[in-house]
């Protein structure tokens, strides 16, 4: 493969990791694993195949050899005579010596070497992904460990593929090794990420007309969420957008430098003619060249253009208040990218946008519920209108810029225009050099960039204090009113996430050093909350980070980032105006979804992980390399010295300073470690798409088994082959599928010690197979683990009832001693669990009214277990026995389990029988029996209903 072709084969892989960056929403933004690890397989397979592209082109360009031969040439100020080949090939060891640079090259290529930055960036990336995988069969809860080590794994190593192909069509093309004038990658893969978060925010909008259908792409309230199916994520995403697109539209100006004067022509609009001799100024829409790039480049344009109405009505309605706080800010951020002309641009396009999605956003509410495709297309209409606005505006600043550089030109002098072009310098006649030196004497640039950052500081300060007045919140929608005069810190959802983080750092103290392992806060969460709410999530990215990793994890992380941000700042001052606009566009992008992913779970969606990484390497590909493999070669003056000498040298120093030692090793390290996880993953989606429902047993017990042998250490594997063995016996009565259940069991009490919902669940099998003693015991270590865990309570309630039950019916007297015992027991295991709720509550009610969870009740379902066990216990005929009826009564009637119903009103048969009802037991059962094979709850609500006014009518 020629180097030309196989420079257009980079091309392919841009696209393909666009593809798969383009569909990849589609599932559910990759929040649950069964979906991501489809996408895991994809994004390590791209990488294998872009990683062997990469060793291909370093091996097979000769690139050390050439190198070599150009410093020397530099050096010497000649060419290397035809047929030299330098010291070291007189003294034979220049193979061993170009295969040194050739891996040295390899492993810079993927940032294994280099600059210190760039350097500890990647093995910080590296090193974390290897230690969730490390760390995966040793944490609190394997369970999930494993699939949140693989989706860290593949994000991270496409990130560094995609970094060393950015590196290497760089290098292309510094090298000229082809005609190419620009890096096409980040063009590639910057329109990808547009058009992907593009459909995403449109997508929502269509949905809530009726046009598309997607399950929860539109919640209560109409609230938008897409196919995300959460608004906050859904918000950050078109946050995220807004501040691409407004960067897009508003433009950059170019740099001026040596090879700019065709370029200073088209902007200005000049166009020389020969047709009747005179030169003549013709304006070409819109920037003054007709070739088809520009034309794509004015396409762009405009459909950013016409997306940024859209994409406000779509941000307000995504109701996400973190997404709406965080804009301003660095949308503020983003002012100073610009020279202040740029700076009123950028404002002008943000207000203009604002003021016709305004009515949009007051009246799409109303469009939501009437479905109304009208709406909508006032919608869309109104937003070509800013388009088409936006474009001819453009054309009339256009002019007046061509205008401006033709009256410019003709007061130069032509020799004074010539050498400031050829010194690519901006040709002045010297009355405006002197009036241009004054006015950057009186107002440096830095302050008079400043000026309209610091005025839209306090506007905008003054705009969120008349945004939140009751004349304008009157006339918006009820809930975007209600969410923007909710805007606080004393917010319910915000005092649950410090709840969060501050029951996170329990589980942190606990395992500070190495973590927990991945996504341990989903499995053990509600064994640390202090309140009683419900997240399996963190809401925090670097909680999350934190307490799975521990400091290990914190550490490499931090130091990724840290070293980021260095090379950003490093590289504003050595890039031109287009470099620098390309370079904030993405990092404020990326910042942005990295600040808001610290007051809520982005970062546990597969999607928005890939897109963090994304614009991470397209923040790379813009930035401007501290140390390159030219200049390492250069420093060491290798022409100047013998080569054996180097190749001694290097042979001489120890293995772990060897830099050709380090280098393989870094680069094998690297192949090894794409390869391994590919490996597992595959391993692991096959393993997923094995079926457990409509196979025959035999089938069954086969997938079963390769499940779990697979992945052995996953809790819900365990938990699946325990529901399908239970299944199984219940239909065959085998034995063996009973004992294979019953280890299922053990294993799964064993493995989770601090997870209410598999110790109820397990609990429920050892009820359903008649093993009383073993059901209390898991009931009660459930309730025990997680004291908040209301489920456990319910489940320990029933599980009680439902034992006195049969011991109610199994007695032909109440009065019988054994029955008395476990009556009594039973009475006090309700008393306790009664009076352990009113503490809990009183504590509830004794915090803020944010932190009182009033949601926080006993259920029915307990409350009707109490009152049979109240029936029970009260003496027969007296008054706590009726009012004990009467409420037991009353729960049933509330009780809408249909399975439920059907035990205790069982009981209920069972109960007036005890009572000498003979007569009404037998009606009872007949309209019982009846209901029953009707199957509807209505049915079983008729009985329910009989059976009080028969209660009623006794004394």
């Known amino acids: 493969m020629s180097n030309k072709h196989s420079f257009r084969f980079v091309h392919v892989l841009f696209l393909s990791y666009a593809l798969i960056f383009l569909f990849s929403p589609w599932n559910r933004g990759l929040f649950f694993f069964e979906d991501m690890i489809v996408y895991d397989v994809l994004l390590l397979s791209w990488s294998v195949v872009s990683f062997v592209y990469v060793v291909y082109e370093v091996i097979s ?325 800013f388009a088409v606005l936006v474009m001819g505006m453009d054309v009339w600043l256009n002019r007046r810029w061509v205008n401006h550089r033709i009256s410019r030109a003709v007061s130069k002098p032509k020799g004074m225009q010539e050498s400031r072009r050829e010194s690519g310098t901006e040709a002045l006649t010297p009355v405006g050099e002197s009036v241009l030196s004054e006015r950057m004497a009186r107002i440096p640039g830095l302050i008079f960039r400043s000026v309209m950052p610091v005025l839209t500081v306090l506007l905008g300060g003054v705009g969120f204090i008349v945004l939140r007045s009751e004349a304008v919140l009157s006339r918006l929608p009820g809930e975007v009113a209600a969410r923007l005069k909710d805007i606080s810190l004393s917010t319910q959802n915000t005092v649950e996430r410090f709840n969060f983080y501050k029951d996170s750092l329990k589980l942190m103290r606990d395992h500070p050093l190495f973590g927990a392992g991945g996504d341990a806060w989903r499995d053990v969460f509600l064994h640390y909350q202090s309140y009683p709410y419900f997240s399996t999530q963190t809401h925090s990215f670097i909680f999350q980070l934190a307490l799975e990793t521990g400091l290990l994890g914190l550490i490499l992380f931090g130091l990724a980032l840290a070293m980021l941000i260095i090379r950003i700042i490093f590289a504003l001052g050595k890039l031109d105006a287009s470099g620098r606009f390309h370079l904030l566009a993405y990092t404020l992008a990326m910042f942005y979804l990295f600040a808001h992913a610290q007051i809520d779970f982005d970062f546990s969606y597969g999607f928005i992980l890939l897109l963090f990484w994304t614009l991470w390497a397209l923040v790379e590909a813009y930035m401007p390399p501290f140390k390159t493999f030219r200049k390492m070669m250069r420093k060491r003056e290798m022409n100047e010295v013998p080569a054996e000498k180097i190749v001694q040298h290097n042979d001489a120093r120890p293995l772990f300073l060897r830099r050709d030692l380090l280098a393989r090793g870094s680069v094998a390290l690297l192949a090894g470690w794409i390869a391994l996880i590919l490996v597992f993953t595959v391993r692991d989606a096959y393993a997923y798409s094995l079926p457990v429902e409509g196979v025959n047993l035999t089938t069954l017990e086969r997938n079963i088994l390769q499940k779990k042998s697979i992945r052995s250490q996953d809790r819900n594997m365990h938990m699946l082959a325990l529901q399908a063995y239970e299944q199984i016996y219940q239909q065959t009565k085998e034995a063996r599928w009973l004992e294979l259940a019953k280890e299922e069991a053990l294993h799964l009490e064993r493995v989770s010690p601090f997870d209410p919902r598999v110790l109820t669940s397990v609990s429920r099998f050892w009820a359903t197979i008649g093993d009383g003693v073993r059901a209390q015991e898991v009931a009660s270590a459930a309730l025990k683990t997680a004291p908040w865990f209301m489920p456990a309570m319910d489940w320990k309630a029933e599980l009680t009832g439902k034992e006195l039950l049969q011991s109610a019916q199994s007695v032909s007297s109440w009065s019988d001693p054994a029955f008395q015992s476990e009556l009594q027991k039973a009475h006090e295991t309700f008393s306790t669990l009664q009076a352990r709720f009113e503490a809990q509550r009183a504590f509830l009610d004794a915090e803020p009214p944010e932190s009182q969870y009033p949601s926080y009740q006993l259920s029915g379902q307990f409350l009707l277990f109490e009152s049979f066990t109240n029936v029970l216990a009260s003496q027969r005929g007296s008054e706590a026995e009726k009012q004990a009826l009467s409420e037991m009564s009353a729960h049933i009637a509330s009780e809408k389990n249909t399975a439920t119903l059907k035990e205790l009103y069982a009981f209920m048969i069972s109960l007036a029988k005890l009572n000498g009802f003979t007569d009404e037991a037998e009606r009872m059962r007949s309209e019982f029996e009846a209901n029953v094979q009707k199957d509807t709850l209505q049915g079983l609500e008729d009985t329910i209903h009989n059976w009080q006014r028969w209660l009623q009518s006794k004394p």
């Open 61 to 385: 360009a000769g690139t050390e050899e050439r190198i070599r031969t150009d410093v020397q040439s530099k050096k010497k100020k000649k060419k290397r005579p035809s047929g030299e080949v330098g010291a070291s090939a007189a003294h034979g060891v220049s193979g061993h010596y170009a295969r040194q640079e050739r891996w040295t090259l390899l492993a810079h290529r993927f940032g294994l070497i280099g600059s210190f930055s760039n350097m500890m960036m990647t093995w910080g990336l590296l090193l974390l992904s290897i230690w969730y995988v490390i760390r995966a069969p040793f944490g609190v809860q394997a369970s999930n460990a494993w699939d949140q080590a693989y989706r860290i794994a593949a994000v991270v190593l496409s990130f560094i593929v995609l970094g060393a192909l950015f590196r290497t069509e760089h290098a292309h093309v510094e090298d000229g090794r082809e005609d190419q004038v620009e890096r096409t990658g980040p063009k590639i893969i910057g329109l990808g990420v547009f058009a992907t978060l593009a459909w995403t925010s449109i997508f929502a909008l269509l949905a809530a007309v009726g046009l598309v259908e997607y399950q929860d792409a539109v919640l209560d309230n109409n609230r938008l969420s897409s196919v995300y199916q959460y608004p906050n994520t859904y918000g950050v995403i078109i946050g995220a957008l807004l501040i691409l697109t407004l960067f897009y539209v508003t433009g950059v100006e170019r740099s001026h430098g040596a090879n700019d004067t065709a370029v200073d022509d088209a902007k200005s609009g000049i166009k020389h003619s020969t047709k009747d001799g005179t030169k003549k100024e013709r304006f070409l829409f819109p920037y003054g060249r007709s070739d088809t790039r520009l034309l794509l480049l004015s396409a762009f344009k405009f459909v950013s253009a016409w997306l940024l109405p859209l994409l406000w009505v779509a941000f307000i309605y995504s109701f996400s208040r973190g997404a709406w706080v965080l804009l301003p800010v660095f949308w503020w951020l983003g002012l100073w990218a610009f020279s202040w002309r740029y700076q009123m641009r950028y404002i002008g396009l943000t207000l203009g946008s604002v003021l016709v999605a305004l009515p949009l956003i007051v009246r799409f509410n109303q469009w939501m519920e009437e479905r109304s495709l009208i709406g909508l297309g006032l919608t869309f209409g109104a937003s070509l209108f």
